[in-house]
């Protein structure tokens, strides 16, 4: 069982920037596919980004596109998602995701934490 867990969310101003990260234990990191997703209040969990094994996959939702940035670190065990110029429409509850390879459907993604929450004041 893969094991997840979200940290580096807060309260922070509109056009700050945060970088949150997912530990990942359980199994050989190297191996799994990550994802980022969030869920604003009142809506759906929605696909933010993902990264393949190896960082030759990375794909990013429209609406976060030149303000979002995974990255990951496989010594680490862990991955990252750089955001920057928040915006209060930002502001929801960030998911990481392990599977088994690089999708924007949360479907193929079994494995999930917590996660952090990201609250962004104008």
């Known amino acids: 069982q893969v094991q997840l867990v979200e940290s580096g969310g807060g309260l922070v101003q509109a056009g700050d920037s945060l970088r949150l990260s997912c530990i990942a234990s359980?199994?050989?990191?190297?191996?799994?596919?990550m994802g980022w997703f969030r869920q604003a209040p009142g809506k759906e969990r929605e696909f933010v980004a993902t990264?393949?094994?190896?960082?030759?996959?990375?794909e990013y939702a429209d609406s976060v596109k030149g303000r979002f940035t995974i990255t990951r670190d496989n010594a680490k065990n862990t991955v990252y998602l750089q955001i920057d110029s928040l915006k209060p429409e930002d502001t929801a509850v960030y998911y990481c995701?392990?599977?088994?390879?690089?999708?924007?459907?949360?479907?193929?993604?079994?494995?999930w934490g917590q996660g952090t929450q990201v609250t962004v004041s104008s």
């Open positions: 995701a392990a599977g088994s390879f690089a999708t924007k459907s949360r479907i193929f993604y079994p494995h």
């Open positions: 359980g199994r050989t990191f190297s191996n799994l596919a």
């Open positions: 990264i393949g094994r190896s960082e030759g996959t990375i």
